[in-house]
């Protein structure tokens, strides 16, 4: 139990353009889910948290208008790289936490990476 | 503000021996969670290991344990009988009690040798 999927797996777009990134939980209904982006060697950074029928809330230094976050299902969450430029070329990573299912624990997707030409 | 500090940025062990990862955190919170997650080669985050602060027990899931000592705020993880696919980032991770942010380390790169 406790899948947590991404697609795509991989993305290359142009400049300028726009890329959507879907987080589903397979197996369990996510109130939460979490949008991380992590560069090559380093840890993981929490770009946003997303919340079922509700507004992200973006940490400090995050762009909530160039990374869209829309939580609109219990299973699906999704991240839009808007305007994309060569610095936004990352791994992203989402989770999500449900409520009854271990519910301190976040359960990783398998990531996205995006590279932007 | 919290901090998880992994002070080995690598590590290395001969199959079937063991090691063990340091993790420190700071924080004046009394009740969290501790998690080491690893990250192999494919970069899917894995759950290993899971704390919660007011037991006293350390965790164990098969070869894998912590030594939690909650007064010197160290979370360390020993790896038994280590195996090949040990081999990847291994990340400590702290969330305090009513937050759901997860606040990880800068990872340990553990390579298992043959």
């Known amino acids: 139990g406790a899948v947590v999927s991404q697609h795509p797996s991989w993305v290359i777009c142009k400049s300028g353009t726009s890329v959507k990134i879907e987080c589903r939980s397979l197996d369990f209904q996510a109130t939460t889910m979490f949008w991380y982006r992590q560069f090559p060697k380093q840890s993981l950074m929490l770009m946003a948290t997303s919340n079922e029928g509700s507004k992200a809330t973006y940490e400090q230094g995050v762009e909530k208008d160039k990374f869209l976050i829309n939580h609109a299902s219990l299973t699906l969450s999704t991240l839009t790289v808007t305007s994309a430029h060569p610095e936004d070329s990352s791994f992203y990573i989402c989770?999500?936490?449900?409520?009854?299912?271990?519910?301190?624990?976040?359960?990783f997707g398998p990531g996205t990476r995006l590279t932007v030409l | 503000a919290q901090t998880v500090t992994q002070s080995q940025p690598e590590m290395s062990v001969q199959e079937a021996e063991t090691v063990t990862l340091s993790c420190t955190y700071d924080?004046?919170?009394?009740?969290?969670?501790l998690f080491w997650y690893k990250q192999p080669p494919s970069r899917q985050m894995i759950l290993v290991i899971r704390q919660e602060a007011y037991k006293q027990q350390n965790a164990t899931e098969n070869r894998f344990s912590v030594n939690f000592q909650k007064a010197a705020k160290s979370f360390s993880l020993k790896i038994s009988d280590s195996q090949l696919g040990d081999a990847a980032m291994y990340f400590c991770?702290?969330?305090?009690?009513?937050?759901?942010?997860?606040?990880f380390g800068k990872g340990t790169k553990l390579t298992v040798n043959p």
């Open positions: 924080t004046s919170e009394s009740d969290y969670y």
């Open positions: 991770a702290y969330r305090p009690l009513g937050s759901e942010k997860l606040v």
């Open positions: 989770s999500a936490r449900a409520p009854g299912l271990l519910t301190d624990t976040q359960y």
